[in-house]
């Protein structure tokens, strides 16, 4: 069982990283190698033995000639000068293919493949971004910024040359064919974020990722009105819709300009003195069972909570401080950045 997995994973190697052309060439080289152990017994009798071809094929082949194994014929003399021309050829023929692949960059491209693929195959936790236009792009930097591990799948490959992210992985391909989400690791991804600019391509994202993986957290982008119903309706967790979001903000610029500077403030990690984020109980960590009197956080933390969503999703605002926090609710705290990792740590860490 295992030399039958070394000797697939031999194979995946060669076919991954070893040009066609020279593949073929050393395909060539073989064939001329069993070509000679075969036909010099056959062309001069059983005087010769199949090792004495090989042998006889393989300096030939080399040029290096030291001599005849045994005295040859003038069929096989005939025979030698076909497979030493045979071998300098393909020997030529090789060392310019190999020249070229390197030069061309075409070697270099498929050592950069394999690397990415098996990046992708160790992912578990990431965040998946379908299409890299206007809107794809200003997700890739947030997350980049945010040293959040994505991978970004685009069927435009010119959009992917120059990848620009350390975070991030490309992924050439639709991201409505399933396989190309496999190999973006939908199945062990942490959520998707579909913002192609074509509400049937979203719609048909969200459908097949929400296929292929049931718990997955989608995001999907919603040019039309009616298309956040349908969003919703195949799987969709969330549906956002920039003229619908960018019309509410320039209102709430005008009518509260203070709210949306302070929301903007605290949202943004490049601000650290204030910050919201949610924060994840876990079972049986530091919090868990706890009041919210009890963990101090407001106390010695100066850590608001502003809300807490159950695990049943009911979303309680401002609680009091005998209020239970329980295992696997999010608490939404407001606070700087520093105390805000003191509080996801004590959500984490065991009791003790």
């Known amino acids: 069982m295992r030399s039958a997995r070394w000797v697939h994973s031999c194979r995946r190697w060669v076919r991954t990283r070893v040009p066609r052309r020279v593949w073929a060439t050393l395909l060539l080289a ?5 070509a000679g152990t075969v036909g010099y017994p056959l062309i001069e009798g059983p005087e010769w033995s199949h090792f004495d071809g090989f042998y006889m094929t393989a300096i030939t082949l080399t040029t290096i000639g030291y001599g005849e194994v045994h005295p040859l014929s003038h069929h ?17 023929y090789f060392a310019s293919e190999l020249v070229r692949a390197v030069v061309s960059g075409e070697l270099g491209d498929l050592i950069g493949r394999q690397r990415v693929d098996d990046k992708l195959s160790t992912l578990d936790g990431h965040l998946i971004v379908c299409g890299h236009g206007r809107m794809g792009r200003i997700v890739c930097a947030e997350l980049d910024r945010q040293r959040k591990a994505f991978v970004l799948v685009d069927k435009d490959g010119p959009r992917l040359e120059g990848f620009p992210y350390k975070c991030g992985l490309p992924v050439h391909g639709d991201g409505t064919a399933d396989e190309v989400l496999r190999k973006a690791g939908v199945e062990r991804a942490r959520a998707l974020i579909t913002v192609v600019p074509s509400d049937a391509a979203n719609l048909y994202i969200t459908l097949s990722a929400r296929q292929l993986a ?24 969330q549906v956002i819709s920039p003229y619908l979001s960018g019309g509410h903000r320039a209102v709430q610029a005008v009518l509260r300009p203070g709210v949306l500077q302070f929301l903007e403030m605290a949202t943004r990690p490049e601000f650290h003195d204030l910050q919201i984020e949610e924060v994840r109980v876990r079972p049986g960590s530091g919090l868990a ?46 606070g700087k950045r520093q105390q805000l990792d003191v509080v996801e740590t004590m959500a984490s860490a065991p009791k003790g």
């Open 30 to 34: 073989v064939a001329l190698l069993g």
């Open 76 to 92: 096989g003399r005939l025979f030698t000068v076909v497979l030493a021309y045979g071998g300098i050829f393909t020997l030529a």
């Open 214 to 237: 049931p718990k997955l957290v989608i995001v999907a982008r919603a040019e039309e009105e009616g298309a956040e119903v349908k969003l919703r309706r195949v799987g969709a967790n």
């Open 289 to 334: 069972g706890r009041t919210l009197h009890q963990s101090a956080i407001g106390r010695d933390l100066g850590v608001v909570v502003l809300g807490v969503i159950r695990p049943g999703g009911e979303l309680v605002y401002y609680p009091q401080g005998d209020a239970v926090i329980v295992a696997d609710a999010v608490l939404i705290a407001l």
